[in-house]
């Protein structure tokens, strides 16, 4: 007898008996292997959806197609990124070294740009880059400021080394100077050397010198020759002064100013010959009041009648013949001098002020 909740298969309708003891079962589908229908062109492919050979499913069917699924491919970064931080961390650090800093920089920039610009997906290093970039364009402004200091110094170094030069050569010349013979026709000085027969050396008082301020030139008889080394460059001679030029320099020029109270405006005439190797200009010459107790007074700027600024450029033995105005106190006019430079490195010479 069969339990009702466990029939016998056998008596259950459309159920496939059993095999007999021993036998394996049999399937109950068999699979058949699909037929190939020809392809037509411009229809679907009727074969997309066939069940596969052998009933069992496509082992690539499901495998991940072009690597859409598989892992990313490693960034590769790119060398003229990492050469661009290098190139630029050294010039950085060689930025104070002159030149070097400044060329280094700018092979960094160079890279920097170029890497910037072959950076992909596939390649990176836009962070390197960038590095190199900041740092070259750092040490190209350190570079180019070190490299202007170190020509700038260099050109102060070779003018004091010249200027030391000029001062020891004109320490030279005045130690070779024994005496100073007043000349009776030019106005100038003569230097004679020391007399080696004798063996005796023999000096001159400063006052006895023409054109000290212990002895000055006087105005419309002495000239004054100004010189370079051996060259002479500015032959100078004055006139008498006008002591009270207010009102030719107030016809001049109705808006020129007065002269401060306790003052006087003083115009001098001045005659300058220009002896040099090239071309001179009146601005090389330069001219004070020097009162009796020392003081001394520059040019006072107003537009005046024949002005010595206003002449033009002179070629050797070229003469020009202008009036220069000063402002002096009243009561250091009398006993005063001139005192007169021509030329950038010429002596101080004197005419007395009359």
């Known amino acids: 007898m069969t339990h009702p909740q466990n029939p016998d298969p056998s008596q259950v309708p459309g159920a496939v008996p059993p095999p007999p003891y021993g036998q394996a079962p049999q399937p109950a589908y068999t699979p058949q292997s699909p037929q190939y229908v020809p392809h037509q062109p411009g229809q679907p492919d009727p074969n997309m959806y066939a069940a596969p ?8 069917m499901y495998a991940p197609q072009g690597g859409y699924y598989g892992a990313p491919t490693p960034n590769k970064t790119s060398g003229l990124a990492i050469a661009a931080l290098v190139v630029g961390i050294l010039s ?24 910037m610009k072959k950076v992909t997906a596939e390649v990176g290093g836009k962070g390197l880059a960038l590095g190199g970039l900041i740092t070259g364009a ?26 030391f030069n000029e001062s020891m050569e004109e320490l030279e010349r005045e130690a070779g100077v024994v005496t100073e013979d007043e000349s009776t026709d030019t106005g100038t000085t003569d230097e004679t050397t020391e007399d080696e027969a004798a063996g005796e050396e023999t ?12 002895n000055p030139a006087q105005p419309g008889v002495d000239v004054i020759t100004f010189s370079e080394g051996s060259q002479p460059l500015w032959e ?6 006008n002591w009270d030029a207010w009102s030719v320099v107030q016809a001049e020029n109705q808006f020129n100013s007065p002269p401060a109270a306790g003052n006087v405006f003083v115009m001098l005439p001045v005659t300058a010959t220009y002896q040099g190797p090239e071309t001179g200009s009146t601005w090389e010459i330069g001219v004070k009041f020097v009162a009796a107790d020392g003081r ?46 021509a030329g950038f490195m010429s002596d101080t010479m004197f005419f007395a002020a009359l």
């Open 53 to 60: 050979q052998g009933g069992q499913p496509d082992p690539n």
């Open 92 to 115: 950085l650090v060689f930025s104070w070294v002159p030149i070097a800093g400044a060329i280094g920089g700018v092979v960094a920039i160079v890279l920097g740009i170029v890497a």
């Open 138 to 163: 750092l040490a190209f402004l350190i570079g180019v400021a070190v490299t202007i200091v170190m020509f700038v110094a260099i050109n102060e170094a070779n003018q004091a080394v010249d200027e």
């Open 203 to 214: 000096t001159e008082d400063a006052s006895g010198a023409l054109g000290t301020r212990e």
């Open 236 to 241: 100078i001679g004055v006139a008498a002064a």
């Open 296 to 341: 001394s007074f520059e040019q006072a700027y107003n537009v005046i009648p024949n002005d010595l600024g206003n002449v033009s450029e002179l070629y050797p033995g070229g003469v020009g013949t202008g009036n220069l105005l000063f402002e002096v106190p009243a009561d250091a006019v009398a006993g005063g001098t001139w005192a007169i430079e």
